[in-house]
């Protein structure tokens, strides 16, 4: 636990700005609801009272969302409520009471209020909170069950300064909770509309130029247009990630049957979707040799040996495992060597002007070296000339993927591809 910032009882910081701002930077640098928890332990030691508190307006009550009222805990504490209509609150927003009341028995509206006489309530600063519309969210509070005659306009600027600070801070959740709130319904309307659609993108044999598989990709018809990668982050942090690969996997392995039976269909999951073990489901009855688990993600995967079992699960059956990026870095030659792939990916920043670099040449040429040594296919990615494709060919990279040989396409061309060379054949006869 944080220790609280407690003003020094030789300076008064509403005399001395120095003081103030110190303790107000020092505040300011605390993280999270730290902050708002030190600005109420500020101002309630430095005001002498009992009780501090940040209440936030929900309907009809008040509820306490930061306290400081050590050995008061039963006037209020976190998440309790009170009605509106029974506390000081509207009666200060509308300036019937003021937000500096040092003796309550001064002010005839707080003696007919119950509350007064039942805490006793005998002295009181508030200030209210507001968002950043301008509506109020709630108040910044101090009360003692002793009048405080000495309490002056001073005392009140050191509330509201420290309010501020309260304020940001609350603002900022706010802001992070409407965003949270708006991905979830963006991500939960695209889940249930099913407002996406899968292309089709070609993975060649890179002497033959025929596809040999095709890796289905997400595109989310929302405008204006996101990266997909853009919606899967945002479903990643409304814990919705899964639920929506899941959509995107089983939409993308509806075309298996009009697609050849030689031809092979690759898909994108996380490890987290891996681990869950949802694949099975999504996989069964369907021809498992012709589909491969394309791992997708740069994130550390905490438990590799609850992944590798999920993944044993699906091996069994006929699943392959492609492992993408390799060459791009530790992370994804990591997932080499702990998985072990069917399939190693060579990503696009070792693959392009390869025929230009001999770096990339030489990284390469080892990568397929180690796929010959595991047993594991290769597949360069982010072919965009025929200058690269011929380098990786003579490197003896069977497979191919990219632009200069096929642009993610709808169903229909993918189909087209085969259709073309049915055609050709029979011309030739």
Same mark, same amino acid.
């Given at each position: 636990?944080?220790?609280?910032i407690?003003?020094?009882?030789?300076i =008064?910081?509403a005399?001395?700005?120095?003081?103030?701002?110190?303790? +107000?930077?020092?505040?300011?640098?605390?993280?999270g609801?730290?902050?708002?928890?030190?600005?109420? #332990?500020?101002?309630?030691?430095h005001?002498?009272?009992?009780?501090a508190?940040?209440?936030?307006?929900?309907?009809d009550?008040?509820?306490?969302?930061a %306290?400081?009222?050590?050995?008061?805990?039963?006037?209020?504490?976190?998440?309790?409520?009170m009605?509106?209509d029974?506390?000081?609150?509207r009666?200060?927003?509308?300036?019937?009471? /003021?937000?500096? !009341? /040092?003796?309550?028995?001064d002010?005839?509206?707080?003696?007919?209020?119950?509350?007064?006489?039942?805490?006793?309530?005998? &002295?009181?600063v @508030?200030?209210?909170?507001?968002r950043?519309?301008? &509506?109020?969210?709630?108040?910044?509070?101090?009360?003692?069950?002793? +009048?405080?005659p000495?309490?002056?306009?001073?005392?009140?600027? %050191?509330?509201?300064?420290? +309010?501020?600070l &309260?304020a940001?801070?609350?603002n900022?959740?706010?802001?992070?909770?409407?965003?949270? #709130?708006?991905?979830?319904?963006? !991500?939960?309307?695209?889940l249930?509309?099913?407002?996406?659609?899968?292309?089709?993108?070609?993975?060649?044999?890179? +002497?033959?130029?025929?596809?040999k598989?095709f890796?289905?990709?997400?595109?989310? $018809?929302?405008?204006?247009?996101?990266? /997909?990668?853009?919606?899967?982050?945002?479903?990643?942090?409304?814990?919705?990630h899964?639920?929506?690969?899941?959509?995107?996997?089983k939409?993308?392995? &509806?075309?298996? /049957?009009?697609l050849?039976?030689?031809?092979?269909l690759? %898909?994108n999951?996380?490890?987290?979707?891996?681990?869950? *073990?949802?694949?099975v489901?999504?996989f069964?009855?369907?021809?498992?040799?012709?589909?491969?688990?394309?791992?997708?993600e740069?994130?550390?995967v905490?438990?590799?040996?609850?992944?590798?079992?999920?993944?044993?699960?699906?091996?069994?059956?006929?699943?392959?495992?492609?492992?993408?990026?390799? *060459?791009?870095?530790y992370?994804?030659?990591q997932h080499?060597?702990?998985?072990?792939? #069917?399939?190693?990916?060579?990503?696009?920043s070792?693959?392009s @002007? !390869? =025929? *230009?670099?001999?770096v990339?040449? @030489?990284?390469?040429a080892?990568l397929? $070296?180690?796929a010959?040594?595991?047993?594991?296919?290769?597949?360069?990615?982010g072919?965009?000339?025929?200058?690269?494709?011929?380098?990786?060919?003579?490197?003896?990279v069977?497979?191919?993927?990219?632009y200069?040989?096929?642009?993610p396409?709808?169903l229909?061309?993918?189909?087209a591809?085969?259709?073309?060379? #049915?055609?050709?054949?029979?011309?030739?006869?």
């Amino acid at each position: 636990m944080t220790a609280p910032i407690a003003p020094d009882p030789s300076i =008064d910081p509403a005399t001395d700005p120095a003081a103030l701002l110190s303790s +107000a930077l020092q505040i300011k640098s605390r993280s999270g609801d730290e902050t708002i928890d030190a600005a109420l #332990d500020f101002v309630r030691t430095h005001l002498g009272m009992e009780v501090a508190y940040l209440s936030e307006f929900v309907g009809d009550d008040l509820i306490f969302r930061a %306290v400081s009222a050590p050995g008061f805990e039963e006037m209020a504490h976190v998440g309790g409520s009170m009605p509106l209509d029974q506390v000081y609150c509207r009666h200060i927003l509308a300036g019937r009471l /003021p937000e500096l !009341i /040092p003796d309550t028995a001064d002010e005839p509206l707080c003696l007919d209020l119950p509350l007064t006489t039942a805490i006793p309530i005998k &002295s009181h600063v @508030s200030v209210p909170i507001r968002r950043r519309d301008g &509506s109020p969210y709630g108040m910044f509070c101090c009360l003692s069950r002793t +009048a405080k005659p000495d309490l002056t306009e001073r005392d009140l600027d %050191v509330m509201r300064a420290f +309010a501020g600070l &309260s304020a940001e801070h609350v603002n900022d959740k706010i802001a992070s909770r409407v965003a949270h #709130d708006s991905a979830y319904d963006a !991500i939960t309307a695209i889940l249930q509309e099913k407002a996406f659609d899968i292309v089709y993108q070609p993975i060649m044999d890179a +002497a033959a130029r025929t596809p040999k598989g095709f890796e289905a990709l997400c595109r989310f $018809r929302a405008e204006p247009y996101r990266p /997909p990668n853009q919606w899967f982050d945002d479903a990643q942090k409304v814990g919705l990630h899964i639920e929506l690969e899941l959509s995107a996997i089983k939409a993308a392995l &509806s075309a298996l /049957p009009s697609l050849p039976a030689h031809v092979y269909l690759s %898909v994108n999951a996380s490890p987290a979707t891996v681990a869950s *073990g949802r694949l099975v489901s999504a996989f069964a009855g369907l021809p498992a040799e012709r589909i491969v688990l394309e791992m997708t993600e740069h994130a550390m995967v905490e438990d590799y040996d609850h992944l590798l079992r999920e993944l044993d699960k699906l091996r069994f059956r006929g699943v392959r495992l492609a492992i993408d990026d390799a *060459g791009a870095g530790y992370s994804g030659l990591q997932h080499i060597v702990r998985l072990h792939p #069917d399939i190693i990916k060579l990503d696009m920043s070792l693959t392009s @002007s !390869i =025929d *230009g670099d001999i770096v990339r040449r @030489s990284l390469a040429a080892a990568l397929v $070296r180690f796929a010959v040594e595991i047993d594991a296919a290769i597949v360069a990615e982010g072919i965009e000339t025929e200058a690269e494709l011929d380098t990786l060919h003579a490197l003896g990279v069977p497979l191919a993927q990219g632009y200069f040989l096929g642009r993610p396409a709808d169903l229909d061309a993918a189909k087209a591809w085969f259709l073309r060379r #049915d055609l050709t054949k029979q011309n030739a006869m």
